[in-house]
């Protein structure tokens, strides 16, 4: 089984940190790219942050930028994003994606060949 698993979402208040994990099984992680996207119900799912296979460079929406944290563990085989001062609108459904190299690196829902199920995150008072 291919899979992406995310795990860590949560109700955190304003300001609080969160930090979400991103799963493979049946497959290896290294030769991927790996994104984070959300999704708020009635809206359309927006990428949230990218690393590339090695871990040497990332990408982070504007809204995001400073402050969320993307990280990754091949040993592991798994990705992270660490998520800190957290506001409001930060609430969604978090999901992670990942493209077989060679990848662009762009937030281009369609260019993923795999996505998890996603996680929940609650930012409230």
């Known amino acids: 089984q291919l899979q992406l698993v995310e795990s860590g979402g949560g109700l955190v208040q304003p300001g609080g940190s969160l930090r979400l994990s991103c799963a493979a099984s049946?497959?290896?992680?290294?030769?991927?790219?790996v994104c984070w996207f959300r999704q708020v119900p009635g809206k359309e799912r927006e990428g949230v942050s990218c690393?590339?296979?090695?871990?040497?460079?990332?990408k982070y929406e504007d809204s995001v930028k400073g402050r969320f944290i993307i990280s990754r563990d091949n040993t592991k085989n798994t990705a992270y994003l660490q998520m800190n001062s957290l506001k409001p609108e930060d609430t969604a459904v978090y999901y992670c994606?990942?493209?077989?190299?060679?990848?662009?690196?762009?937030?281009?829902?369609?260019?993923?060949?795999?996505w998890g199920q996603g996680t929940r995150v609650t930012v409230s008072s």
């Open positions: 690393i590339t296979h090695k871990g040497d460079r990332t």
């Open positions: 994606a990942a493209q077989r190299l060679p990848a662009l690196m762009e937030f281009l829902e369609e260019e993923y060949d795999y």
């Open positions: 049946g497959f290896t992680l290294d030769n991927y790219v």
